[in-house]
């Protein structure tokens, strides 16, 4: 079992930044692949960055990649996401996920969710 914990959203005005950190317990750390979704009101869950288990391997949605970098601390068993230039848009509840998998990180098929945490951008 793996318990994670996602912290450090927040309201931010448009082309500020923020660090999600994703804290991760019960289990050894360093041998799941993470990665981050998100969800908008009235939308579906989108993927937004996954990370392999040893951080050797990321992959971005297009909607964020150039904007937003994933990266991981196996010696504190977290995950971030360091956004930068915030839109509107990626306004959104974002999830941390754990997969022994890469591949079931970019389907959704995750092995285990933290419970959110979120993100507005507004002016």
């Known amino acids: 079992q793996v318990q994670l914990v996602e912290s450090g959203g927040g309201l931010v005005q448009p082309g500020g930044s923020l660090r999600l950190s994703c804290a991760a317990s019960g289990s050894i750390f360093s041998i799941y692949a993470m990665g981050w979704y998100r969800q908008a009101p009235g939308k579906q869950r989108e993927w937004v960055a996954a990370i392999t288990s040893g951080g050797g391997r990321t992959n971005y949605a297009d909607s964020v990649k150039g904007r937003f970098t994933i990266s991981r601390d196996n010696a504190k068993n977290t995950v971030y996401l360091q956004m930068n230039s915030l839109k509107p848009e990626d306004t959104a509840v974002y999830y941390c996920?754990?997969?022994?998998?890469?591949?079931?990180?970019?389907?959704?098929?995750?092995?285990?969710w933290g419970q959110g945490t979120q993100v507005t951008v507004s002016s």
């Open positions: 996920n754990a997969a022994l998998r890469y591949s079931d990180l970019l389907t959704g098929a995750a092995d285990y």
